[in-house]
T-cell receptor, first 115, second 111 residues
């Protein structure tokens, strides 16, 4: 079965540079979520999109922005990178229903290292 | 105080033993409960999902929810070395989308 695809899998940037992470949800899934997982920490919710509109926002820095496109893939843009942004960035997708909250399926993650 | 508390471990048990992983939570609005397994440097993988109090069984895994005590558990029977991973509980409110995770319990099954 198709899973969530994230690219790139690894990314190395220097401080103050910009990074773009991409997420391709499971086919027919209409909701995308972004999580940040620092070393030894649980994933922290950043932002989510449903039908190309932002649906929820967590602890996402103002330096970060994201969007969901017409094909439902999503991109997380990170500017003015800081050392503390080094983390695993996970994307998850789900199919929203009207009667329940559906489960989220995670991608393999993008490991961002800021030097 | 975090909304979801989980013993970080590490937890080591011999192969074949029954493993019990637990989480407590403080937000009574949580209605859906998940358990994820995360291997090192991999994304969390959904193991179990339940929305009602009681037990839900899937193969060697049993998820237990006690909403009155705000307590959930994951039991692993006949544990295998391949079960060695970090297990994260996660919860979500009805109508919300943001998963709230526990800190994860690192489990090692000793052959």
């Amino acid at each position: 079965a198709a899973g969530v695809i994230q690219s790139p899998r690894h990314l190395i940037k220097e401080k103050r540079e910009t990074a773009t992470l991409k997420c391709y949800p499971i086919p027919r899934h209409d909701t995308v979520y972004w999580y940040q997982q620092g070393p030894g920490q649980d994933p922290q919710f950043l932002i989510s999109f449903y039908e190309k509109m932002q649906s929820d926002k967590g602890s996402i820095p103002d330096r970060f922005s994201a969007q969901q496109f017409s094909d439902y893939h999503s991109e997380l843009n990170m500017s003015s990178l800081e050392l503390g942004d080094s983390a695993l960035y996970f994307c998850a997708s789900s199919l929203a229903t009207t009667t329940s909250t559906d489960t989220q399926y995670f991608g393999p993650g993008t490991r961002l290292t800021v030097l | 105080q975090k909304e979801v508390e989980q013993d970080p471990g590490p937890l080591s048990v011999p192969e074949g033993a029954i493993v019990s992983l637990n989480c407590t939570y403080s937000n009574s609005a949580f209605q859906y409960f998940m358990w994820y397994r995360q291997y090192s440097r991999k994304g969390p993988e959904l193991l179990m999902y339940t929305c009602s109090s009681g037990n839900k069984e899937d193969g060697r895994f049993t998820a237990q929810v006690d909403k009155s005590s705000k307590y959930i558990s994951l039991f692993i029977r006949d544990s295998q070395p391949s079960d060695s991973a970090t297990y994260l509980c996660a919860m979500i409110c009805f109508g919300n989308e943001k998963l709230t995770f526990g800190t994860g319990t690192r489990l090692t099954i000793i052959p």
